[in-house]
């Protein structure tokens, strides 16, 4: 009985220097014993629990991940490695930027190409490559990506979309 009444009065304590607290925030000098503000009853009020957040699990056969794999063509010429995703504003996957061309990163060059052009059957191990639909003259012709400037995408069968500017 005595330790229930020992933290009634701690909770008390809490809540009255909590309320202090945000008035000392605010810079508002009010009596002891006035009545709480909307404001200052959510400031001290207890947080209702975060709930658990979903969980998936996915098979260590089914996914793995992209950057830095291989990319090859049908006819198993190197074009490249995939370097970064590019996604829309609703995070919609939209394409892939490859580094292309070049020896240990010198006269190399970034080139965007439409995701649906990339095939991913062969990608269990990380020694495997990912085949692009696309021919190796095709990606020579390719204009550069470069960052903050309009990006030119290359579609596999002119299947891409272009994105809608929005508000």
Request: proline share 8%.
């Amino acid at each position: 009985m005595r330790a229930r009444r020992l933290l009634i009065c701690m909770a008390a304590a809490l809540t009255a220097f909590a309320i202090v607290a945000v008035r000392a925030q605010n810079g508002v000098v009010v009596p002891q014993g006035a009545p709480l503000t909307p404001q200052e009853k959510n400031a001290v009020a207890p947080k209702p629990p975060v709930p658990p957040p979903s969980v998936t699990i996915i098979g260590a056969r089914e996914a793995h991940g992209v950057l830095g794999r291989d990319v090859r063509s049908p006819a198993d010429e190197d074009m490249g490695h995939i370097v970064d995703v590019i996604v829309d504003r609703a995070g919609a996957v939209r394409a892939a930027v490859i580094d292309f061309g070049g020896f240990l990163g010198v006269g190399s060059r970034k080139i965007v190409v439409d995701w649906s052009a990339l095939h991913f059957g062969r990608v269990a191990d990380k020694g495997d490559s990912i085949t692009l639909e696309l021919t190796k003259e095709q990606v020579i012709a390719a204009p550069e990506y470069k960052e903050d400037t309009p990006i030119v995408v290359l579609g596999a069968a002119g299947s891409l979309q272009p994105l809608q500017a929005g508000p």
